[in-house]
């Protein structure tokens, strides 16, 4: 399912760059909880177009490795890269079959575990990621929101309309429209919070913690997503 990215990576990419909701709220969070990278080593997972894998290396990381498993995705990353002349490695990997690539301070995945198959793929995508940590290293992973409520969602204001299966019937495909021009639709899996968290103890990860989605504290920033993090994808 992840291969659809190799379909539609240039019109991702494009609706990635008209997306405010990764930079004031996904961005704003992930950098919060992982804290100052300057010196650090980051490997991203499911890395597609490279957008946090670059801002790694704007923020001061010493090494950074982007992983995807679309080919076409690791391209443009690359030409992004050649761009802006960070020195991002980027490699393509399936992540249920991920090599050893070093031995990193962090590791993130952000909307990468709600694309495995089975619970195996999963335990297999978290076992992968373990074996690249280093000793007192963290794994920084975002996913949807499983107790997202369809009802009360107010994705006109945001421009993310997300449809998870009615049955909340765990391994059921579910969909994300982003309200872009033009509109775009991913699909993925619904998993609940329990099976996130079984994979990642068999990975063996200790203190798993769940941090909510937040934005900025301006009050502008605040009064703007007050509907969305009350509800979130």
Same mark, same amino acid.
């Given at each position: 399912?992840? /291969?659809?990215?190799?379909?539609?990576? *240039?019109?991702?990419?494009?609706?990635?760059?008209?997306?405010?909701?990764?930079?004031?709220?996904?961005?704003?969070?992930?950098?919060?909880?992982?804290?100052?990278?300057?010196?650090?080593?980051?490997?991203?997972?499911?890395?597609?177009?490279?957008?946090?894998?670059?801002?790694?290396?704007?923020?001061?990381?010493?090494?950074?490795?982007?992983?995807?498993?679309?080919?076409?995705?690791?391209?443009?990353?690359?030409?992004? %890269?050649?761009?802006?002349?960070?020195?991002?490695?980027?490699?393509?990997?399936?992540?249920?079959?991920? !090599?050893?690539?070093?031995?990193?301070?962090?590791?993130?995945?952000?909307?990468?575990?709600?694309?495995?198959?089975?619970?195996?793929?999963?335990?297999?995508?978290?076992?992968?990621?373990?074996?690249?940590?280093?000793?007192?290293?963290?794994?920084?992973?975002?996913?949807?929101?499983?107790?997202? %409520?369809?009802?009360?969602?107010?994705?006109?204001?945001?421009?993310?309309? /997300?449809?998870?299966?009615?049955?909340?019937?765990?391994?059921?495909? /579910?969909?994300?429209?982003?309200? /872009?021009?033009?509109?775009?639709?991913?699909?993925?899996?619904?998993?609940?919070?329990?099976?996130?968290?079984?994979?990642?103890?068999?990975?063996?990860?200790? *203190?798993?913690?769940?941090?909510?989605?937040?934005?900025? !504290?301006?009050?502008?920033?605040?009064?703007?997503?007050? %509907?969305?993090?009350?509800?979130?994808?």
């Amino acid at each position: 399912m992840a /291969m659809q990215y190799d379909q539609i990576s *240039d019109a991702y990419s494009k609706a990635a760059g008209q997306f405010v909701f990764k930079r004031a709220v996904e961005s704003y969070t992930l950098f919060k909880v992982i804290g100052p990278v300057e010196g650090k080593s980051v490997l991203d997972v499911a890395c597609g177009d490279g957008y946090y894998a670059r801002l790694f290396r704007h923020s001061g990381a010493a090494r950074v490795v982007g992983v995807d498993v679309s080919e076409q995705m690791i391209k443009t990353a690359r030409g992004r %890269d050649e761009e802006a002349g960070l020195g991002v490695e980027y490699r393509v990997h399936d992540a249920a079959d991920l !090599p050893v690539l070093g031995s990193f301070d962090w590791i993130t995945a952000v909307y990468l575990l709600n694309y495995a198959a089975t619970k195996e793929q999963m335990l297999r995508m978290c076992q992968g990621m373990f074996a690249n940590l280093a000793p007192g290293g963290r794994l920084v992973a975002v996913v949807p929101n499983a107790d997202f %409520d369809p009802a009360v969602s107010s994705s006109a204001k945001y421009g993310i309309a /997300m449809r998870p299966p009615e049955d909340r019937m765990e391994g059921s495909v /579910m969909s994300l429209d982003l309200l /872009m021009d033009p509109p775009l639709t991913i699909r993925f899996i619904y998993w609940s919070r329990s099976t996130y968290e079984q994979a990642f103890a068999e990975a063996g990860f200790g *203190d798993i913690r769940w941090h909510p989605l937040e934005c900025s !504290p301006e009050p502008e920033q605040v009064e703007f997503w007050r %509907d969305y993090l009350a509800n979130q994808h």
